[in-house]
């Protein structure tokens, strides 16, 4: 038994939605129409180099559905007969979901709160969309329901964060993560690993400071570079400067990272899956989402080792 409570060998979420809600939780994803201050010219019009939504968005998710429609589509989408979920995520994930203003924000985030079957709200933002009057609110509504709230921060270096137009830096990130675990709601964060101009010891000696964040939850994501993007242009003009990590180098260089991770972090995602009729490279040969889980739990199993073994 591991210090998180199941034998697994990494803190995974499922055990975490386990032992909070008694079963699986279904997330439902929801594309409420937000936009993004990074592509309507508040910060920038580009928007983040390798950023195309409509690459993750399921079928039934789009702005012109109410969000109860969606949560009902959503429900008969992942409906698999005998596999009934304790519960559903309302998962706010498209575009940065808390740009509008609160009064707006309210009223969705309540629209999906009165679905019988939703239990928790799951928000995905920009760190420079955080503020003082959302976090009380959230505080607030936390107290009825469980809400977490995933402020993507992608890399850990400055330089990165501008070559591919972020638009915010690392100390904007570091402290919308800790305002929000400051008002008690747990907050997540996810890293891409290959980004222009990083090498996997960049990635681990960053680990110090994710370390040190008040993280809830992490996601990784091998990138994935999407066609039509400004990263497919500038992944064929300066090819040398990226780090595709192919399958396999990506589950021992996952291995060693989560090797020296906080046990406390719960690891929601090792990799993103993206249909490969979206995906200009680096192609990992159709394989599934549950295949990278099992060789990365088979990896720490051959190694005789855990999240945080290594503790920094
Ligand atoms: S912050 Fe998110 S939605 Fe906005 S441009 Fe970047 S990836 Fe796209």
């Given at each position: 038994?591991?210090?998180?409570?199941?034998?697994?060998?990494?803190?995974?979420?499922?055990?975490?939605?386990?032992?909070?809600?008694?079963g699986r939780i279904q997330k439902l994803t929801l594309d409420a129409g937000f936009t993004c201050p990074n592509r309507d010219g508040t910060v920038s019009r580009g928007g983040c180099a390798y950023c195309c939504n409509d690459a993750f968005n399921p079928a039934y998710c789009v702005p012109d559905k109410?969000?109860?429609?969606?949560?009902d589509e959503g429900i008969?989408?992942?409906?698999?007969?005998?596999?009934?979920?304790?519960?559903?995520?309302?998962?706010?994930?498209?575009?940065?979901?808390?740009?509008?203003?609160?009064?707006?924000?309210?009223s969705l985030y309540e629209e999906a709160l009165s679905h019988p079957g939703v239990c928790g709200?799951?928000?995905?933002?920009?760190?420079?969309?955080?503020?003082?009057?959302?976090?009380d609110y959230?505080?607030?509504?936390?107290?009825?329901?469980?809400?977490?709230?995933?402020?993507g921060m992608e890399s850990c270096r400055d330089a990165t964060l501008r070559r591919i137009n972020r638009g915010h830096d690392v100390a904007c990130a570091v402290r919308a993560i800790e305002q929000t675990s400051e008002h008690h709601i747990p907050v997540g964060t996810h890293l891409i690993?290959?980004?222009p101009g990083e090498r996997p010891e960049h990635w681990m000696a960053d680990l110090a400071l994710i370390n040190h964040l008040p993280l809830h939850s992490i996601k990784f994501h091998q990138l994935q570079i999407i066609k039509g993007t400004a990263m497919e242009e500038e992944y064929h003009q300066h090819p040398d400067d990226f780090f595709p990590l192919p399958f396999d180098t990506y589950v021992p260089f996952i291995a060693d990272y989560v090797e020296r991770l906080s046990p406390d972090i719960v690891i929601e995602r090792f990799a993103a899956e993206v249909p490969p009729r979206f995906l200009a490279a680096p192609g990992w040969g159709g394989i599934r989402y549950d295949r990278v889980v099992h060789a990365i739990e088979a990896e720490l199993e051959?190694?005789?080792?855990?999240?945080?073994?290594?503790?920094?």
């Open positions: 038994m591991y210090p998180w409570g199941d034998e697994r060998r990494f803190n995974s979420y499922n055990r975490f939605l386990r032992q909070r809600f008694g109410s969000v109860r429609q969606q949560l008969r989408f992942h409906h698999r007969p005998g596999t009934e979920p304790a519960g559903y995520f309302a998962y706010f994930q498209t575009f940065s979901n808390t740009y509008a203003p609160l009064p707006r924000l309210k709200l799951v928000i995905a933002t920009r760190p420079d969309c955080i503020n003082t009057p959302l976090l959230l505080q607030e509504l936390q107290k009825r329901i469980f809400v977490t709230l995933e402020i690993f290959g980004l051959r190694r005789e080792s855990w999240q945080g073994r290594f503790g920094q």
